[in-house]
């Protein structure tokens, strides 16, 4: 990770609490204008706690303490009752941070007192250093616009061999991706595999299903293959000072894999593969997740990969493939 990066993050996060803050702080202002009551109420809670604290620290006097605390619920209960009379709820006054978790800080305190960065730091992180220009993608495709009506509701046998339609078969893909994200924790929940020729709708639902779990506080790292295991090699042969590409790579939450089968594959992307996708199965300390999408079928992947990274794939991914016509084709005539 670059420090420089790290450093300019971590100065935007700074302007984002600071401005959260400010903002919280006129919203009040604001308010106490036209309700000096609320005000007048804040001022006797700040004075109070200042006694509640002195009273413990000097000579913890039970009685004193007790008549404290009263007063302070009374006051509480006074600043409800005006609160609510005019519609305005408790978090009124509360910044609204970007992140509930960090406080637009970049960091959380754990339960051991111990600080660590927060995933929405983390994601950023990826944005900035691996995902590029994929990322702003999840502006648009997400399940909020995915539509099925792109897909003709025909069957034709003849033509992909099944007897369902591909708005059917679609809508049933769409049914595995939500089980996918609802059960994403789950050690038994499988991988997918997203298998077609181009334009069905692969990617766009990758990217749905990234935003759904980004929303969840997962991280997600996208990589298509060929710059994926180039990188890798790259940071092998010590041509590159990204020393957490392979570590990202490895424990990300959601790994994408897009495109696999347009790389120029060699022994060793094939042992990188197969290190990538088998370490992920097998993490102990944390549940992690892959989705591959490839315009190969299965039979070519079996043609084109060693048998063990396809045998991986096999027993342990969801493989849903996709058919119909181009929808890209489709919006463009629409």
């Known amino acids: ?14 302007k984002k609490k600071i401005n959260a803050e400010y903002e919280a702080n006129l919203r009040k202002q604001e308010l106490y204008k036209k309700y000096p009551k609320l005000q007048e109420i804040d001022d006797k809670l700040t004075s109070l706690a200042i006694s509640t604290t002195k009273s413990i620290i000097n000579n ?11 007063n302070i619920t009374k006051l509480k209960n006074e600043k409800s009752k005006i609160l ?3 519609n305005i709820s408790e978090d009124f006054f509360e910044p609204h941070y970007e992140c509930s978790l960090c406080k637009d800080s970049g960091y959380i305190t754990n339960s051991d007192y111990t600080s660590s960065m927060c995933s ?28 099925d009506l792109y897909y003709s509701d025909k069957v034709d046998e003849n033509k992909y061999h ?36 181009t334009g069905l709708g692969k990617t766009f639902l990758s990217s749905a299903i990234a935003n759904e779990l980004l929303k969840k506080g997962k991280n997600v790292l996208y990589q298509t293959a060929p710059v994926m295991l180039d990188s890798i090699i790259d940071y092998r042969f010590g041509k ?3 020393s957490n590409i392979l570590d990202s790579i490895l424990n990300v939450d959601l790994l994408i894999i897009d495109d696999l089968g347009t790389e120029c594959m060699n022994s060793m992307k094939f042992t990188e593969l197969f290190n990538i996708i088998n ?8 549940v992690t997740k892959t989705i591959i999408s490839t315009n190969l ?38």
């Open 1 to 14: 990770m670059s420090d420089i990066l790290l450093k300019n993050i971590l100065s935007q996060y700074n």
């Open 120 to 147: 929405c730091l983390k994601q950023k992180l990826y944005n900035e250093q691996y995902n590029k220009a994929n990322i702003s993608n999840l502006n648009t495709q997400n399940f909020e616009n995915f539509s």
């Open 162 to 197: 099944t007897n369902i339609s591909p708005r059917e078969n679609i809508n049933l893909i769409k049914n595995i991706c939500f089980k996918f994200i609802e059960n994403f924790e789950d050690i038994n929940q499988k991988n997918l595999l997203f298998t077609g020729n």
């Open 279 to 286: 370490t992920r199965l097998l993490n102990q300390n944390k």
């Open 240 to 242: 590159t000072k990204d």
């Open 60 to 70: 913890n006097d039970k009685k004193l303490l007790e008549e404290l605390n009263n």
């Open 297 to 334: 079928s299965l039979k070519n992947l079996y043609s084109a990969y060693d048998e063990r990274i396809v045998s991986r794939i096999v027993g342990n991914y969801d493989i849903c493939y996709f058919f119909g016509d181009d929808i890209r084709f489709k919006k463009r005539t629409d």
């Open 84 to 86: 609510k009379s005019i």
